[in-house]
T-cell receptor
Framework: KAGVTQTPRYLIKTRGQQVTLSCSPI?????VSWYQQTPGQGLQFLFE???????NKGNFPGRFSGRQFSNSRSEMNVSTLELGDSALYLC?????????????????FGSGTRLTVV | SQQGEEDPQALSIQEGENATMNCSYK?????LQWYRQNSGRGLVHLIL?????REKHSGRLRVTLDTSKKSSSLLITASRAADTASYFC???????????FGKGTHLIIQP
């Protein structure tokens, strides 16, 4: 079956611009999470979505936002880009459902979108 | 923020040898997972061990978990060149906070 698909693979943006990244989860996975990976901070949790609802958000400013559609596809948006937003952005989907006792599932990650802000 | 630390940060061994990586974490967990990442690409899920389990095997992988010491280890036996990658442990606290990752161990297998 198809894996997690992230588009685009690479992006170069200028400071102050905004960007939208897309993620298509594995069919049947309703949980979608986003992570930011940088050499300095490592892998950091951005958001988790389940059934079109944001369940939680990591310690990131309001410039970072996201949403999930009825088909479980998700997008994240970063507005007013800063140089420090340059990173690999990873999306992951899972069968995991917090609060429903179905927690012991791993995550399938996409290949990521590498964003460079210049 | 990072949950814990992997040890060592980098490890270089000969092909065929065993590789052991350790992970420590700080808070209570529902499960702990190990992932592999090749050259800045996406992460690949390797194995999940629940908080009430002490040891788990999958092929050449063996994972242990000691919740009293808040630590885990990943053993890769009979290493191959294709095992060269970064390995991350990640904890699942059971809520909606996603996974909390360590900084990773970079493993190099010398042919």
């Amino acid at each position: 079956k198809a894996g997690v698909t992230q588009t685009p693979r690479y992006l170069i943006k200028t400071r102050g611009q905004q960007v939208t990244l897309s993620c298509s989860p594995i069919s049947g996975h309703r949980s979608v999470s986003w992570y930011q990976q940088t050499p300095g901070q490592g892998l950091q949790f951005l958001f988790e979505y389940f059934s079109e609802t944001q369940r939680n958000k990591g310690n990131f400013p309001g410039r970072f936002s996201g949403r999930q559609f009825s088909n479980s596809r998700s997008e994240m948006n970063v507005s007013t880009l800063e140089l420090g937003d340059s990173a690999l952005y990873l999306c992951a989907s899972s069968l995991r459902q917090a609060g429903r006792g179905t927690l012991n599932y791993g995550y399938t990650f996409g290949s990521g979108t590498r964003l460079t802000v210049v | 923020s990072q949950q814990g630390e992997e040890d060592p940060q980098a490890l270089s061994i000969q092909e065929g040898e065993n590789a052991t990586m350790n992970c420590s974490y700080k808070t209570s967990i529902n499960n702990l997972q190990w992932y592999r990442q090749n050259s800045g690409r996406g992460l690949v899920h390797l194995i999940l061990i629940r908080s009430n389990e002490r040891e788990k095997h999958s092929g050449r992988l063996r994972v242990t978990l000691d919740t009293s010491k808040k630590s885990s280890s990943l053993l890769i036996t009979a290493s191959r060149a294709a095992d060269t990658a970064s390995y991350f442990c990640a904890t699942d606290g059971g809520g909606a906070d996603g996974l909390t990752f360590g900084k990773g161990t970079h493993l190099i297998i010398q042919p």
